[in-house]
């Protein structure tokens, strides 16, 4: 899965991608595993997949909604058994990609986006603007 967060700022100009430093996923039916060393994400079913970037490339100081024109998350999906939608959550709390599992999984936010993937070997693109604002 290629996972691609872009964010833009109006004043400067600058478009920004952001760096993948945390994904796992994790399965409702094996609540003690952890999969953060494997190089794919499972969703659906029984399966949630989280992903953490670092915010730290964006210039020093950005911290308001004005400063942030657009923010993406461009996901592409490799297998579809059945299609269906993927949402977009916001975590709680923090977690670390080799120690979180469906028994410490944090709180899970409002949805930000929800959008339908229709089979293999298509990019899906999610507005995350308003998550990287807030």
């Not at 994790?26 to 953060?36: D, E, L, M, R």
């Not at 953490?52 to 024109?69: M, Y």
């Not at 993927?86 to 410490?104: D, P, R």
Request: hydrophobic fraction near 45%; aromatic fraction near 6%.
């Amino acid at each position: 899965m290629l996972l691609v967060l872009g964010v833009c700022a109006p004043e400067s100009g600058w478009g920004q991608q952001a760096t993948l430093v945390g994904d796992a996923h994790i399965s409702s039916a094996q609540p003690g595993v952890n999969s953060g060393a494997l190089s794919n994400l499972n969703v659906g079913g029984v399966y949630t997949a989280l992903v953490q970037f670092d915010l730290g490339t964006l210039p020093a100081g950005t911290t308001t909604e004005a400063q942030i024109s657009k923010a993406t998350l461009r996901v592409y999906c490799n297998r579809a058994d059945v299609p269906g939608a993927v949402q977009v959550q916001l975590i709680g709390s923090a977690w670390t990609e080799l120690g979180v599992t469906f028994a410490t999984l944090p709180a899970l936010g409002a949805t930000v986006q929800t959008a339908q993937v229709a089979g293999s070997g298509e990019f899906v693109t999610f507005d995350v603007t308003s998550a990287v604002q807030g």
